[in-house]
C-alpha cells in the first residue's frame, strides 16, 4: 500500500491550521434547488473552515431523521448528481474554502466512478467522504482513480474501529480522519459522555499522523468546544440543516450561526 501525497485544498489548510476547525455540512438543493451556491457562500462569509455538501440519496440509512427529510425535499426538487456539479461549475471563482461532498457510494457508481472524479476536479471539489465505500474495496479499485485526479477519500473512524485498523487507515489516509462520535445515526446524540471522552482520549493517545475532525452529535459551542480539546475540530451537520429548515439560506442568519458555534 502507497501512502499519496495529494496536495489540496484540504492538506493546505491543515497544515496552516491545526485547531478549533469547523467543518460544516448541508445537503445539496435544500431548502430550495437552487441554494446550493447561496448556502456554500453564506458558509464562506461566516469564516467557516472546511464545507461538506451533501449528495442526496433516498435511502441515507446513516443519517437521522433531519437530514433524511433533506435528502427527500432535496430529490423531490429534482436534484441529482449532475445537477449538483452544474451548480458548482465556476464555483471557485469565489470560493476559496475546502469542498468535500458527503454521501453514499451508490449514486457514484451510477455517475461513474471515473466520470464522478473527473467532475470533481473540473469544479474544484477536494474530497470525497463515502461512508458505505469499504476501506479494503477502495484500495483494491478506486485509490488510483481518486488519486489520478487529486481527490481525497476520507475515512471515518467509530468506537468500535479496533486499533489495528485505525493505524490502516491513517497510513492511507491524506487530509483528516473523520471520527464519528458514536455509532449512533446522526443527530441523535446530545452532549458529550463519559464513553465518549474516553474514546476521544483512546484516539489522541494513538499520535495518528492524520489531522481528526469530531462528527455526530455536535450541534452547539458546548459541544463543539468539548470535540476540540480531543481534536482539531468538529463536524455540524443536523443542527444546521435545522437551522436552514427554519431559517433559509440567508448570509446573515448562517454567521450567526456559525458564531453561535464558535464565537
Do not use: W
Not at 160 to 184: H, K, N, P, W
Not at 192 to 217: C, H, Q, T
Not at 229 to 235: R, S, Y
Amino acid at each position: 500500500m502507497t501512502t499519496s501525497t495529494i496536495q489540496n485544498r484540504i492538506t493546505d489548510l491543515f497544515s496552516t491550521k491545526s485547531d478549533r476547525l469547523l467543518n460544516v455540512y448541508f445537503t445539496a438543493g435544500f431548502p430550495q434547488l437552487n441554494d446550493t451556491r447561496t448556502v456554500l457562500r453564506g458558509l464562506q462569509q461566516a469564516g467557516v473552515d472546511l464545507v461538506e455538501i451533501g449528495m442526496p440519496y433516498s435511502d441515507p440509512v446513516a443519517d437521522g431523521e433531519v437530514i433524511q427529510q433533506s435528502n427527500g425535499v432535496s430529490l423531490e426538487h429534482g436534484m441529482t448528481l449532475r445537477i449538483l456539479f452544474e451548480q458548482l461549475a465556476g464555483c471557485r471563482d469565489e470560493i476559496n474554502v475546502p469542498i468535500l461532498l458527503m454521501g453514499y457510494i451508490n449514486p457514484v457508481l451510477q455517475f461513474g466512478v471515473e466520470a464522478f472524479c473527473r467532475k470533481c476536479q473540473e469544479v474544484g471539489v477536494d474530497g470525497v467522504i463515502l461512508p458505505d465505500l469499504p476501506f479494503d474495496l477502495y484500495e483494491a479499485e478506486y485509490r488510483d482513480t481518486f488519486e489520478r485526479y487529486g481527490i481525497l477519500n476520507i475515512f471515518l473512524i467509530t468506537p468500535q474501529t479496533s486499533d489495528e485498523r485505525i493505524r490502516l487507515i491513517d497510513e492511507a489516509s491524506e487530509g483528516f480522519i473523520y471520527m464519528v462520535s458514536s455509532a449512533s445515526i446522526t443527530g441523535s446524540v446530545s452532549g458529550v459522555s463519559d464513553v465518549m471522552k474516553a474514546y476521544f482520549e483512546r484516539i489522541a493517545g494513538m499520535n495518528l499522523r492524520n489531522p481528526r475532525l469530531i462528527g455526530f452529535g455536535i450541534n452547539n459551542q458546548e459541544t463543539f468546544d468539548a470535540a476540540s480539546e480531543h481534536a482539531n475540530g468538529a463536524i455540524i451537520g443536523s443542527a444546521f440543516v435545522k437551522h436552514l429548515q427554519k431559517n433559509g439560506p440567508g448570509a446573515e442568519g448562517i454567521d450567526a450561526f456559525v458564531k453561535a458555534v464558535r464565537p
